[in-house]
């Protein structure tokens, strides 16, 4: 299922611009969106998602443009969306919430409900957990839990926004696991601010800033624009002055900088390989250079 | 609208508090009118009536047991949104509109239940001592006629009301305005109390069951020095269905203004 979104601006009461003029294709299977806190992220996927009107713009998702009633209705009947902020109601079990939303996306018949959750539960394995009540669950299994519900009418779109945040190793590995099995013919856009979650899921992604497209294409390609621009540096003195320092490591005597930028650091710099995390890291030290220009002269 | 009728009156009717709350308040209700509880007479005679007693087991049960019911409902539309419910709801193809509704319906029906329980358990047990089962059958009229639509606006106002304000103030303020728009007297101070906009009304049992009680006297109709005397014809049938469609209306107003509120507000 395709989205194209042209031209889609959404400002909030206050002036307050989330989304300035974004346009974006997505293909079917696991698509990742990068972006800084406060990037719109959130925003695109609560549009796709049917839950806020854009201020301008269209968005068709599957050919039906999300903007009119009848699209959106169209689109929610093929939706599945886990929020950033996924809530339950604590007093219900596992099995019980996952049934009233099944009903509310309107899985009317109660032996396809009850199959359908049970095909669910062993996906997600909560299937032992089912009949306890959401309130005693840990941040893991509730996720689990949501991506059960927005699984639930089999949908053809599924919009994921930052599905691993505050989890711990395991559980982010075992949701990312789940997602990209997921993916299949499916559409999956995974919006996260944790750059591994994308390398490790999707082919492809865009990087949202301040609320526009600064990038679009594959991963591979948002990691060559740290092509040659990534350095190791050992020093037991101050940190290299210039570049973005992406992670340091004690090493001996010293400290082993992995540093972002243009030329080398410091003159015993080590040209090192790039990641997908460096190549977010070059875009967005660019950024500020690259105001006002396209997103195709950027990426 | 049905799966959230039946799954919010699921979740509201197995809340503990609930029953808690009611059951406190009932004993303090009891605490409060003693023998006129026990006996159903408010020293107006027709304890021994079917109708009349009903109808003053209404009265009573009317007095406190609307403030509960209101204050139990006042978190039920912000919750989704306190829990971080409302973005899962809202994504779903089920229409806003439909789930307000189904949401409204269902919390109320679950929120009288105990009110109901307290109010037929008293016909029950009135009709065990005095062996008229007539009054079981007047019960339910009083309860459907003239209980259910004030309930219904009660309800309209206290799920919506906390769109506006933090639930706690709301149920200050709506246990303020249950004092004063429905409890004092009309010759206190200008107030909805016995008026057409009254929720708790005598115009379904003088207006549309015909009470006549046995000291002959109404509280429907004009109240002498009373201001806003406009507002409380004399009770006949008309009147008791004008306040029961008033009642309803009212209802539908209120839910349709917390409709465009939270449209406003989501955009």
């Known amino acids: 299922m395709r989205i194209q979104i042209s031209g889609l601006s959404k400002t909030y009461k206050g002036g307050v611009h989330a989304l300035a003029g974004l346009d974006l294709d997505v293909p079917t299977g696991m698509y990742g969106l990068l972006g800084s806190n406060g990037a719109g992220k959130t925003t695109l996927m609560r549009i796709l998602a049917g839950i806020l009107k854009p201020t301008s713009g269209t968005v068709r998702v599957g050919g039906h443009d999300i903007t009119t009633p009848d699209g959106r209705l169209a689109v929610q009947r093929t939706l599945g969306y886990l929020p950033q902020d996924l809530g339950v109601y604590p007093d219900l079990t596992a099995r019980r919430f996952l049934d009233y939303i099944a009903l509310l996306k309107g899985l009317d018949s109660r032996p396809t409900r009850r199959r359908r959750i049970g095909e669910l539960l062993e996906v997600v394995a909560l299937t032992e957990h089912a009949d306890r009540r959401l309130k005693g669950f840990s941040g893991g299994m509730l996720r689990r839990v949501g991506v059960a519900q927005a699984l639930l009418a089999d949908p053809r779109l599924l919009v994921v926004d930052e599905p691993t945040t505050g989890l711990d190793p395991e559980e982010r590995i075992r949701l990312r696991t789940l997602l990209s099995q997921l993916a299949g013919d499916r559409t999956v856009l995974l919006s996260t601010h944790i750059v591994d979650d994308?390398?490790?899921?999707?082919?492809?992604?865009?990087?949202?800033?301040?609320?526009?497209?600064?990038?679009?294409?594959?991963?591979?390609?948002?990691?060559?624009?740290?092509?040659?621009?990534?350095?190791?540096?050992?020093?037991?003195?101050?940190?290299?002055?210039?570049?973005?320092?992406?992670?340091?490591?004690?090493?001996?005597?010293?400290?082993?900088?992995?540093?972002?930028?243009?030329?080398?650091?410091?003159?015993?710099?080590?040209?090192?390989?790039?990641?997908?995390?460096?190549?977010?890291?070059?875009?967005?030290?660019?950024?500020?250079?690259?105001?006002?220009?396209?997103?195709?002269?950027?990426? | 609208m049905i799966a959230a009728l039946c799954y919010e009156f699921r979740m509201q009717v197995r809340r503990p508090v609930l029953w808690v709350v009611y059951g406190l308040t009932l004993a303090a209700l009891i605490a409060t009118f003693g023998e006129s509880y026990t006996m159903l007479d408010l020293g107006r005679g027709g304890g021994h009536d079917p109708k009349a007693a009903m109808v003053t087991s209404a009265t009573i049960t009317m007095t406190l047991l609307p403030i509960v019911y209101g204050c139990m409902l006042a978190d039920r539309l912000v919750r989704d949104r306190r829990l971080g419910v409302a973005a899962i709801l809202d994504a779903t193809p089920s229409g806003r509109t439909g789930r307000l509704i189904g949401k409204y319906l269902g919390t109320c029906a679950a929120t009288a239940t105990p009110f109901a329980v307290a109010y037929f358990g008293r016909a029950v047990v009135w009709v065990i001592m005095e062996g008229r089962p007539a009054a079981l059958g007047w019960s339910a009229l009083m309860f459907l006629l003239g209980i259910v639509p004030g309930l219904l606006f009660l309800g309209a106002l206290s799920v919506a009301g906390p769109l506006l304000m933090p639930p706690l103030l709301f149920r200050v303020l709506f246990a303020g305005y249950w004092v004063w728009g429905n409890l004092i007297p009309a010759t206190m101070m200008p107030t909805l109390s016995h008026t057409v906009f009254a929720a708790d009304s005598d115009y379904v049992p003088y207006g549309l069951l015909r009470l006549r009680m046995p000291d002959g006297m109404s509280t429907t109709g004009p109240w002498p020095g009373a201001s806003l005397n406009l507002l409380r014809p004399v009770a006949t049938p008309s009147v008791a269905l004008l306040w029961i469609g008033l009642m309803v209306a009212l209802a539908a107003a209120v839910l349709s203004l917390a409709r465009l509120h939270t449209a406003l507000t989501e955009s």
């Not at chain 1, 037991?236 to 490591?249: C, F, K």
């Not at chain 1, 030290?285 to 396209?294: A, D, I, N």
């Open chain 1, 198 to 299: 994308v390398a490790q899921t999707s082919r492809s992604v865009a990087v949202l800033a301040k609320g526009r497209l600064v990038f679009q294409g594959k991963v591979g390609e948002l990691t060559a624009l740290a092509g040659r621009r990534v350095w190791n540096v050992t020093t037991s003195g101050p940190p290299p002055a210039s570049g973005r320092i992406v992670s340091a490591l004690p090493d001996g005597a010293g400290t082993r900088y992995r540093v972002v930028a243009p030329e080398p650091p410091a003159p015993h710099a080590q040209p090192a390989e790039p990641t997908l995390e460096d190549g977010y890291l070059a875009l967005m030290e660019e950024l500020p250079l690259k105001r006002g220009q396209s997103r195709e002269s950027i990426a």
